[in-house]
């Protein structure tokens, strides 16, 4: 069966800032010291794959499984899903690839044999039908494989998950997508693009390629990366262009993507947009029957998403919103509502058309946090979002991080105060925190994430 996803959906590009990355510090010493312990864990990769690099041995680098990272991120946006426990490499890839191919099925090519897609006539493909796609391995966690084909005929290496994404309609590897794109620069980056490394020398040695998600805050030293990589499909904080020949990695942007951002290619095929209202529709309101008890779809994770972007984190044990209905969207909605200055029918908790039109536009007031308000459940008191705790922001949250802060012990860089606006004592005061809990890297960024807040004021 196959998915249907939407096309030509017009939508602002998400925000990814909000965070919870898994992995180590990304230092020299600390690099070294994964690969030292990688070498004496090293397992033998089986020969195969494209003709340039068959019969080539590699291994398979291991690190220290990261777990569940604690610590939060920079911002209340999209929050960034923690990859599965197991063997991880962060800073080599170790991913070999096949070479080019039609899609294949459980009983061989479902394309041409010996016909994979020309550049030249690339379907057109927006943004979030990109990212859409990229997510249905991550949530499917789609194991990794030079040699086996998904259920949609992509094979389940680096270059077939961008093959993927892009709906090329065949596999392609590092030494071909680059005839599907142009460059660009850093600057340029955009959800949907890539950042490929091609070795035409040796292409087994880190040849890899990852789509690019959204800048992880305004430092743009760490993105969001979706990438098929071992053991399975994961979407994680990178630093930029990648862990390891980080300067090798090139910017490209599909040639097929719609929105204007690219001139237009001769020979594209415009994609006929899909009927109905669409996930990411900015005037299109799709129905309250969407978000009724037990519903399950794209509408549903889309609200959640725009709600947390409005101050609604409390309500998310996890932080993140999925696409099943439940009383965790009801009072995230109802508090939004009531931020209006609604009430009765009015703040029911279930979105109309005017509720749905000010988030999507991001209009009207923001959910209010609650930093005076009595502790939550343990006597923790309820996380303010972390769009509060940044540079310029003044807030009573932050004055009270800051007296919590001095309380753990934790407030040797505040040379006054601490007082209500967010600076770098803050910032360095909290990492000195983070870093207590054991917490390194992308996990210890000085910004107070959910877990960080709540062990504060446990």
């Known amino acids: 069966m196959t998915t249907?996803?939407?096309?030509?959906?017009?939508?602002?590009?998400?925000?990814?800032?909000?965070?919870?990355?898994?992995?180590?510090?990304?230092?020299?010493?600390?690099?070294?010291?994964?690969?030292?312990?990688?070498?004496?864990?090293?397992?033998?990769?089986?020969?195969?794959?494209?003709?340039?690099?068959?019969?080539?041995?590699?291994?398979?680098?291991?690190?220290?499984?990261?777990?569940?990272?604690?610590?939060?991120?920079?911002?209340?946006?999209?929050?960034?899903?923690?990859?599965?426990?197991?063997?991880?490499?962060l800073d080599d890839p170790g991913s070999p690839q096949g070479g080019r191919t039609p899609l294949h099925?459980?009983?061989?090519?479902?394309?041409?044999?010996?016909?994979?897609?020309?550049?030249?006539?690339?379907?057109?493909?927006?943004?979030?039908?990109?990212?859409?796609?990229?997510?249905?391995?991550?949530?499917?966690?789609?194991?990794?494989?030079?040699?086996?084909?998904?259920?949609?005929?992509?094979?389940?290496?680096?270059?077939?998950?961008?093959?993927?994404?892009?709906?090329?309609?065949?596999?392609?590897?590092?030494?071909?997508?680059?005839?599907?794109a142009t460059k660009i620069t850093k600057e340029e980056l955009l959800p949907g693009d890539m950042l490929l490394f091609h070795n035409p020398a040796d292409p087994n040695n880190g040849s890899h390629v990852v789509l690019f998600g959204g800048w992880v805050d305004e430092t743009r030293t760490h993105y969001v990366a979706y990438e098929q990589t071992r053991p399975n499909t994961r979407k994680l904080a990178t630093p930029y262009g990648y862990w390891s020949n980080a300067a090798k990695y090139v910017p490209y942007r599909f040639n097929g993507v719609t929105g204007g951002l690219v001139p237009e290619v001769p020979g594209v095929v415009p994609e006929p947009p899909a009927a109905g209202p669409k996930p990411g529709d900015a005037k299109t309101f799709p129905g309250a029957d969407k978000f009724a008890p037990g519903a399950t779809n794209d509408f549903v994770a889309q609200l959640g998403r725009m709600l947390i972007e409005r101050g609604a984190y409390r309500f998310y044990p996890k932080g993140v919103a999925d696409r099943t209905w439940s009383d965790h969207d009801k009072l995230a909605t109802q508090a939004f509502q009531r931020a209006q200055g609604w009430s009765g029918a009015d703040a029911d908790g279930i979105p109309g058309a005017h509720t749905w039109r000010l988030l999507v536009e991001k209009q009207g007031s923001d959910i209010a946090p609650l930093v005076g308000a009595a502790p939550g459940p343990g006597g923790v008191r309820a996380y303010p979002g972390a769009a509060l705790f940044r540079p310029g922001q003044s807030n009573a949250a932050v004055e009270a991080l800051g007296r919590q802060l001095v309380k753990k012990g934790?407030?040797?860089?505040?040379?006054?105060?601490?007082?209500?606006?967010?600076?770098?004592?803050?910032?360095r005061n909290v990492e000195a925190f983070q870093r207590a809990q054991g917490w390194r890297g992308a996990s210890a960024n000085g910004y107070p994430g959910p877990e960080t807040w709540r062990r504060l004021f446990a």
């Not at 604690?70 to 899903?81: D, H, K, P, R």
């Not at 897609?117 to 927006?126: N, T, W």
């Not at 934790?410 to 910032?427: C, I, L, N, Q, V």
Request: charged share 20%.
């Open 4 to 89: 249907q996803l939407p096309t030509h959906v017009q939508m602002p590009m998400p925000a990814f800032e909000e965070y919870e990355p898994a992995g180590d510090c990304v230092c020299r010493g600390c690099a070294q010291r994964r690969r030292s312990l990688a070498r004496a864990r090293a397992i033998p990769l089986r020969d195969g794959g494209h003709p340039a690099v068959r019969g080539a041995r590699r291994v398979l680098v291991l690190a220290t499984a990261a777990g569940v990272v604690l610590g939060g991120g920079s911002a209340a946006a999209v929050a960034v899903t923690t990859p599965a426990t197991g063997p991880v490499a």
């Open 105 to 180: 099925g459980p009983g061989g090519p479902v394309g041409r044999p010996g016909a994979p897609a020309k550049p030249g006539a690339v379907k057109r493909i927006d943004r979030t039908t990109i990212i859409t796609r990229a997510k249905l391995w991550l949530d499917a966690q789609v194991p990794y494989s030079m040699s086996t084909y998904f259920t949609d005929g992509y094979r389940q290496d680096c270059s077939g998950y961008v093959s993927m994404a892009w709906n090329l309609g065949s596999n392609e590897w590092t030494g071909s997508l680059d005839k599907f």
């Open 410 to 427: 934790f407030g040797k860089y505040y040379t006054s105060g601490p007082g209500p606006r967010w600076g770098e004592a803050d910032r």
